[in-house]
């Protein structure tokens, strides 16, 4: 349940209380426990509450580890949401080079074709 707090706050706008649950999740991905399949991936989680406190090299470093965790596992759901809120917090950011980063990280269409 713990991941899923920390994005219901931030979701809520209450990033104050996601943001204290940053220890914790470090807490988690030190475990070495890197994906709950009903909640996602701990390095998302820890991305999140980090870029939920304004932690922003911190949060980088998370999403940029869980983006990597999603494509070798692969984890084909975290994969566009760890993309999201890498956005998300490129975005909160507002840094140089931000916007562009936040273009490149939007989700790609598939290549399959309906039939």
Known sequence: MLF???EGLTV???????AKLYPIVLEVVDTGLAVHFAYGLSEKAAGIAAAAG???EKAEE?????MRQA???PHKI???EVRRWYTRMLI???GPGDCDKARELR???SSCTAG
């Open 54 to 56: 304004a932690q922003w």
């Open 71 to 73: 494509q070798e596992l």
């Open 4 to 6: 899923s707090a920390v």
């Open 78 to 80: 975290e994969q566009p």
């Open 92 to 94: 909160d950011r507002d």
């Open 62 to 66: 998370h999403y940029r580890m869980a």
């Open 12 to 18: 809520l706008d209450e990033a104050r209380d996601a």
């Open 107 to 109: 989700p790609k269409p």
